[in-house]
């Protein structure tokens, strides 16, 4: 790793990118990082269920560093799950290998009143604890980020109870139960801006939002229903300068729609290029956006499409990323060679920039 | 169905209208219209497997006219699936609640080998048969539709051995084994082309070409895997005027590669407007794209969206349909809804339009 002792991973350079800041090199950090590719994490995992990981402070900051230590990003994501803030709400949510399964899927607006709107400090006390743990730990080598799930991502599961394909019950409810439907996300708007307001107090210093289901629907219907309910959660956080990642998977026709929505930083997928999101806006940061199936690929070509990728942006407000999380399979090699492409392709583009 | 009788089903428009010349109004079919939200489809279904039924050649054609007896469609899809030719090929598959499977997935070299190029007259005997009764049966009121899966769409089931969502085994070979995946991917296109060929032959006026999956590709990948095949099997398909229409799901970042297949038409998702498309393709007969999640909707909301749909193109150059497969929760009033909105709006277009 000779690239980073010319260029340590920094928090500060993470958050400089974020706010469209000048850089000595676009800072890196990988969707799903802490997770099943990497031995380390599988190791816990044979120890403890998923939901006992997320539920442990020590484990949870443990598994958050693995990534840190192996491959020195610029941002290290707390180890958790979108659907924890669901569970504080009341619902019952079990992990098979199939995904979550949800034991009461919301319906009517009963269901939608049956849920809880909750204190964090109280009921999630242990994601303020790993917050801090990384706080400690990673000190001003990496930002430390926080995250949760889009209203309508959340909802998707809310409705359907399970990962789902064809939508079709929240497509249901989009015709027939607007007014449950408006209720949901509202209540889950105002939920996790509360959850990211308690994650950013306990140490947070980027916060992403994972509206990963909004690329099903067409540009009427984000603006319609997924828009204003990521729009009003972003809006609710308590925050100072800490900025606000949206992501969005399959997010090529929402892209100026995403715009509107108050995050500081959009996060695209690698089937919208990098070079035409930056011409279609020119002033956002971005975040992306390597097909994470791309790291399946041997090293040489992993490095070919990070170099690629960062000549697209120059390296200028562009917080280097997957455009989805990590695969399982993704070779230990290939994440690295990720890190160093990112590394060195930045640091060879500060030595060209003009005096 | 009031609008009928002024204007009804016809071939000719179908097969105009992909031509891009003058109709009275867009033609309209559903992708999937046979199929599971048609009560007289699933009383079928008790009797005989999915299988059983796609080589039944009295029953397959049955199924096949269940929609245009109620809907009076422009175009009569011949009820099959993608994977019968796959199992033409020695591919035991087999169907259950979760999709299809495959015996055994393919991985190597040997794998390619193993599959055979065969000769559909003898052993898709059946696939014919269905097509010469449709057209018999229809005459000039309908195009008989004949259809195959692309070579990428097939291959991504030929590598995974199950319907994927990660494409990690298929964006493995991408990286690793090139050869292999060439190999396969040209042995499908051939496949495919004597396979559309055969049902030419038999009496299909136009054939769609599904890329269901190709969407999941960057537009470097799309140009490096999908589009070569996809271009090879359908410059190997023998016909005279038959129009080819080629579906890609999730296709806004990949509209101007598809236009290089040599397809006649492109078939696009919701997630792209009509009017967008038009615009980046001016010339090009377009396909689709009602999200077939609106089909949950109250059908005053229905019959809204087509006429929008259909405001998009001025009804020219545009084969009405969904922008993925009907879904089985669909109401038999919503896919009314749809065929009348469809009929109606244009026919009220070419009422307006300059003498």
Redesign the interface.
Known sequence: MGAVSTSPPSAARFLDACHGRPVDRAPAWMMRQAGRYLPEYREVRRRVSFIELCRDADLAAEVSLQPFRRFAPDGVIFFSDILVPVQAMGVKVEFDKNGPRLSHPIRTGDDVLRLRRFDPAADLRFTGEILKRLRGEVGDSAAIIGFAGAPWTLACYLVEGTSSK???PI??M???GQRTLEGLLNLLADVIADVLSFQIASGAQVVQVFDTWA?E???E?YRRWALPAVTRAIAGIRRSAQPVILYVN?C??LLEAMNESGADVLSVD????LVEARQRLPQRPLQGNL?P??L???TR?VRRRVQAMLAETGGIAHVVNLGHGV???TPIESAEAFFEAAREASVAQAAEAPA
Chains 1, 2 share one sequence.
């Open positions: 064809s939508f079709a497509k249901q989009m015709g027939w690329g629907l067409s540009r219907d399959g090529s026709h690698w089937r919208l290029p097909d199936g791309a399946l690929s041997p070509d695969l399982p399979q």
